[in-house]
């Protein structure tokens, strides 16, 4: 995965969620999981390789880890179908925002 990452997570989520018909709670975290053994050993390949900073990679590591644990705190305090609207409006500003954000800049 490593540079498709979070298209690889995109993906996945969409077929847990599609084909085998997981909530979004589960499939989210079954997501991380499945997406994490690449995605790390992608990261340590990176910097073992000198590809990027080690203070880069230590700044995205605690970020991702903060965000993982406040979210993982959000989801279980919210219900399925508030959770559902939520991502129904994430999916939609970031399809705006790829449409008709980038408008005009070269």
């Not at 997570?9 to 084909?19: A, H, T």
């Not at 705190?73 to 925002?97: A, D």
């Amino acid at each position: 995965f490593g540079y498709a990452g979070a298209g690889a997570g995109v993906l996945i989520f969409l077929i847990l969620i599609g084909v085998f018909k997981l909530g979004l709670r589960h499939s989210i975290g079954l997501k991380n999981i499945i997406n994490l053994v690449p995605s790390l050993t992608a990261a340590i390949t990176y910097l073992w390789l000198g590809l990027i900073s080690p203070i880069l990679f230590a700044t995205m590591l605690g970020a991702s880890l903060l965000g993982g644990y406040i979210g993982s705190h959000f989801i279980v305090s919210v219900g399925e179908k508030k959770l559902r609207k939520l991502f129904f409006i994430c999916v939609l500003t970031v399809v705006g925002l790829m449409l008709f954000g980038a408008r005009g800049k070269s």
